[in-house]
């Protein structure tokens, strides 16, 4: 789940920030150095969402939901996977007054100890046989918490990217951060498809499925001190200084320019739609519907994560030549055309499942690679930093939070097509808010 970069007015080379920082002090920032905090600490959140996810389809409904059908058990795993979207922009308000308050830091030292707790603390989790409810009640908490957490990682970093990037470069710095999707998968992905593979049904969920939620807090604590060292660098201070990215309280946001908030949420929406559709929502479907193994499916997700990333990459160069909003508005068009297929496909047994998922990651990979921040240039300087990561929180939240829900109920009930609906709204919602977008810009010059 990424935070997204901004795409604003020319702005120096990022090389001549850098120097300007070092005319203050000895303790330097590189573009080099941010490139690897921003793919680190996406990468790390990524992984704890997906971790949750493939757990929420493979455990979670045998573990807490022995009670009822797989269906309804894997449905209601998926409602409590939504939880996070629900907290997230409640995060993001008390993450953004922390941070006025005691800095930088502090805030997302919190955050990220909160997330790797939460996660660590699932690998904890009792089972219904043994402890009812409570360990259901367990589960909500921690996911919530999750989802707070999430909230406060927003550090600025593939802002600063992208606004200190040249003007003919802004797509190819803008995607740096968006490759952490695919890493998080890969490595979530990966985990559990080797311990599924390796153990026994029984041994798996007793204890096997546990291990990925330990290796997140370990990689919680590796990403805290990559993204700190920059953080807490006067260098990197300044810079966010001379780039006017400082919190402010999210009410002032809203109440000045929650306008620009919505358009930013919806402009990304078709991507963020796809999203789960391509990772989570598959699995789940051909687990129930499909007599194709679950270590298939995963592998086949690996393979298509690393064609993501290398989608994403190419969106740097296509924005760069074709305009970010164009090549998101392009690729809202060839989503629509792909929900066409998407009951064809996942209909089609184990070849139409495959060609699902890698079409599904290349499409993802495209658009994605550009869908955060397209066009926060619409905020005043002042609430640009703040106003980015509400964006952000709301296109997950419309977009992705409730996807893998509201895809197998309304597919288990109606069929596919039903999945077809919900991807052509993300496109229709996309191409309507960068119509809105561009009217506004219009209008204004």
């Known amino acids: 789940m990424s935070s997204p970069g901004s795409a604003v007015l020319p702005t120096p ?18 573009p080099g150095e941010i490139a690897v905090g921003v793919i680190i600490g996406r990468s790390s959140e990524y992984f704890d969402f997906f971790v949750f996810g493939i757990a929420s389809v493979l455990v979670f409904p045998s573990l807490l939901f022995p009670f009822l059908s797989r269906l309804d058990g894997t449905l209601m795993a998926f409602a ?4 996070a979207f629900v907290a997230r922009p409640v995060g993001t308000a008390i993450s953004m007054a922390v941070q006025r308050r005691w800095g930088r830091g502090t805030k ?13 603390g699932m690998a904890f989790l009792p089972s219904y046989a043994a402890v009812g409810s409570k360990a259901i009640a367990a589960l909500i908490i921690l996911r919530i918490g ?13 802002s600063l990217l992208a606004m200190s990037a040249p003007k003919e470069r802004r797509g190819w710095f803008a995607m740096i951060g968006q490759l952490g999707a695919p890493v998080g998968f890969v490595l979530a992905a990966g985990l559990f498809a080797y311990l599924y593979s390796s153990l026994t049904v029984t ?3 007793d204890w096997g499925w546990r291990y990925p939620f330990f290796v997140a807090f370990a990689i919680n604590v590796v990403a805290l001190f990559a993204r700190l060292r920059l953080v807490v660098g006067q260098s990197y201070a300044e810079l966010l200084q001379q780039r006017e990215l400082q919190p402010v309280s999210v009410a002032q946001v809203m109440r000045d320019e929650g306008g620009n ?8 929406l078709a991507s963020f739609a796809l999203f789960h559709l391509a990772t989570v929502f598959p699995l789940s479907w051909i687990a129930m519907y499909s007599e ?12 298509g994560a690393f064609l993501a990333a290398g989608a994403i990459m190419l969106s740097g160069w296509l924005a760069d030549r074709v305009g970010r909003r164009n090549l998101l508005g392009s690729m809202a068009v060839l989503i629509g055309l792909f929900s066409f297929a998407t009951p064809w496909l996942l209909g089609g047994g184990s070849v139409g499942n495959n060609v699902f998922l890698l079409v ?9 690679g550009q869908a955060s921040g397209t066009v926060t240039a619409n905020f005043s300087a002042q609430y640009r930093y703040t106003g980015a990561a509400l964006s952000a929180d709301l296109a997950w939240l419309l977009g992705a939070g409730f996807a893998p829900l509201v895809a197998l109920g309304l597919s288990a009930k109606f069929g596919l097509g039903a999945v077809s609906l919900y991807l052509l709204s993300g496109a229709v919602c996309t191409l309507a808010a960068l119509r809105i977008n561009r009217l506004i810009e219009q209008r204004e010059s």
């Open 13 to 30: 080379g990022f090389e001549s920030s850098v120097s300007l920082a070092r005319a203050h002090t000895d303790e330097d920032v590189t």
């Open 108 to 120: 997302l030292t919190l955050s990220l100890f909160l997330l790797g707790a939460c996660t660590a």
């Open 146 to 158: 999750q989802g707070l957490a999430l909230g406060g990682t927003w550090d600025g970093l593939p």
């Open 80 to 83: 409590i996977f939504s939880l």
């Open 203 to 205: 041994e798996f969920l």
């Open 360 to 368: 599904g990651f290349v499409l993802l990979g495209l658009s994605y």
């Open 261 to 268: 908030v919505l358009i930013g949420a919806f402009a990304a």
């Open 292 to 303: 194709q193994s679950l270590s298939e499916v995963l592998s086949v997700q690996i393979v």
